[in-house]
Structure formats: structure tokens, C-alpha cells
T-cell receptor, first 112, second 116 residues
Framework: GQSLEQPSEVTAVEGAIVQINCTYQ??????LSWYQQHDGGAPTFLSYNALDGLEETGRFSSFLSRSDSYGYLLLQELQMKDSASYFC?????????????FGQGTELSVKP | EAGVTQFPSHSVIEKGQTVTLRCDPISGHDNLYWYRRVMGKEIKFLLHFVKESKQDESGMPNNRFLAERTGGTYSTLKVQPAELEDSGVYFCASSSQGTQSGNTIYFGEGSWLTVV
């Protein structure tokens, strides 16, 4: 089966940099995705890594190391609006439709 | 283009009652998923439709849950009879057919269900 581990909560201050780690166990691997959820609303796609290395999208970057079954989401120049839940997710290799398996989510609190 | 829409946004029902949640996926998306998030826990997969067919219903908790997608368009998720542990946020999501590893799955705002 598939499982993902990520910290339950992280606190940081405005302007800082924060890293949210994710380790996974999966019988087949098709990349690691990150989703953001504000106030329990619709989870929205942030980034995806299929290969090792860093993917950068503005203030957000995501990293993957397949040999370590590990990835992280890096948020720079934190803003108050970044306070949200962040989920890492992997695709179920046995589901052709791209079904995602999610971690428990990391609650990020950004303080002034 | 409209996103994934869900109805109702909030529902409070008594234990033993029935609730039906509806999801309208993004037009043209063959894949439709139902997920549930209980407070503080992971977003847990319930089931997956490809058009009108159930591709995977391995996450459905028990036979009190019934999902349908007649005609391959909108979907309903019925809980009958509802129990206290069914409380949570039910998310619907959709994606286009042929979704590969990194393609985005689009989520609705969720239907918040409280069973009292």
C-alpha cells in the first residue's frame, strides 16, 4: 500500500522561510504532488515532482529525492495568507485514473 | 470555465437520517473522485468513477454509502442511515481522462456534513 508522513503543524513568522517535509512508502512511484487547503476549503494544486531535484514556482519550491523516498515543500518570504494546510500526495499505481493518496496534512501558521 | 461544484455546502442531520450530496465535475472530465476529510486527519479516498463506471470503490467505508454517476455527468453520494462518525467534509474532485502522474486533480469546495 501507500503511506505518507508529514509533520502535523509548523509555525513560522512573516518573511521567513519554512520547509515542510514528506516521506512516503509506495509500491510504485509516479511522482509527488503538493496541495494547499485554506480554511477547510477546496484543496488546490501547488506543484509536482516526478524526477529528483527542485521545482520552483514563484515563492514556492518543491524538492524530491526518489532514493530517499523523501520530498519537501519550501515556502519563501512567508505571508500571512500562506497560513493553510499543506498536503503531500502520491498517485496510486494501481489506479489508472490518477487517484491520489494524501498525507495527513501540515497545518502552517504564519505569525506577524 | 466552471470548476467542480458541490451541493449542499453544509448539512446538519440527525443520526439515522439520510443525506445526499451532489457533485458536478468540470465539464468534459471523465474522472470523478469522492474524498472525505475528518477533522485533522488526511484527505481520504472514497471512490473513483470513470464516466459512469465505478473504477475503484475501495475507500467506501461500508454499505451505508452509495455513490452514483448516472450518464457520466454529475454524481451523488448518499449516506443512509447516517452515523455520528460520518461527520466530516466530503470533497469531490475531477480530472480529464488519460490523467498521467502529475496532472492536476481539481477539487470542489466540499460538503460539510455534521451528524448529531
Amino acid at each position: 500500500g501507500q503511506s505518507l508522513e508529514q509533520p502535523s503543524e509548523v509555525t513560522a513568522v512573516e518573511g521567513a522561510i519554512v520547509q515542510i517535509n514528506c516521506t512516503y512508502q509506495t509500491s510504485g512511484f509516479y511522482g509527488l504532488s503538493w496541495y494547499q487547503q485554506h480554511d477547510g476549503g477546496a484543496p488546490t494544486f501547488l506543484s509536482y515532482n516526478a524526477l529528483d531535484g527542485l521545482e520552483e514556482t514563484g515563492r514556492f519550491s518543491s524538492f524530491l529525492s526518489r532514493s530517499d523516498s523523501y520530498g519537501y515543500l519550501l515556502l519563501q518570504e512567508l505571508q500571512m495568507k500562506d497560513s493553510a494546510s499543506y498536503f503531500c500526495a502520491v498517485r496510486d499505481p494501481y489506479n489508472q485514473g490518477g487517484k491520489l493518496i494524501f498525507g495527513q496534512g501540515t497545518e502552517l501558521s504564519v505569525k506577524p | 470555465e466552471a470548476g467542480v461544484t458541490q451541493f449542499p455546502s453544509h448539512s446538519v442531520i440527525e443520526k439515522g437520517q439520510t443525506v445526499t450530496l451532489r457533485c458536478d465535475p468540470i465539464s468534459g472530465h471523465d474522472n470523478l473522485y469522492w474524498y472525505r476529510r475528518v477533522m485533522g486527519k488526511e484527505i481520504k479516498f472514497l471512490l473513483h468513477f470513470v464516466k459512469e463506471s465505478k473504477q475503484d470503490e475501495s475507500g467506501m467505508p461500508n454499505n451505508r454509502f452509495l455513490a452514483e454517476r448516472t450518464g457520466g455527468t454529475y454524481s451523488t453520494l448518499k449516506v443512509q442511515p447516517a452515523e455520528l462518525e460520518d461527520s466530516g467534509v466530503y470533497f469531490c474532485a475531477s480530472s480529464s481522462q488519460g490523467t498521467q502522474s502529475g496532472n492536476t486533480i481539481y477539487f470542489g469546495e466540499g460538503s460539510w456534513l455534521t451528524v448529531v
